[in-house]
């Protein structure tokens, strides 16, 4: 499992998730929006607006949530088997001004989060 290593805001784990793809090794991710004590892509550092700022233009681009590039990009890597979230994820979808689910397909079973 790898907190914090792979979402918008940073793609530190790359490497080593490079590394799991090739061996075989299924790899679980957490903090997928950006931490997990706080969610910078909700809730955006002045260091990380920009970033985020991008990313949600990409979002409105394509007619969806911010929540949902964040769900679709930590499940890109083919090691990336589960995605964790916390029990108030549905706020994080609220936060965006979206309640609807994200409809997008993570990893086997889709996102789960509704």
Avoid: Y
């Avoid at 784990?13 to 706080?38: N, P, R």
């Avoid at 910078?40 to 002045?46: A, T």
């Avoid at 979002?59 to 930590?74: I, K, M, P, Q």
Wanted: with cysteine; charged share 20%; aromatic share 8%.
């Amino acid at each position: 499992m790898f907190a914090d290593g792979w979402n918008l805001i940073t793609q530190d784990a790359l490497e080593v998730m490079s590394v799991c793809e090739e061996l075989g090794i299924a790899v679980h991710l957490a903090g997928i929006f950006g931490g997990t004590t706080v969610s910078p892509i909700f809730d955006p550092m002045p260091e990380h607006a920009e970033q985020v700022a991008a990313w949600q233009a990409l979002a409105d681009r394509h007619g969806v949530s911010l929540a949902a590039v964040a769900l679709g990009f930590a499940a890109l890597p083919k090691c990336v088997e589960k995605l964790v979230v916390r029990p108030h994820f549905p706020w994080r979808f609220r936060k965006t001004g979206k309640t609807e689910p994200c409809g997008c397909a993570v990893g086997r079973s889709g996102c789960g989060a509704w």
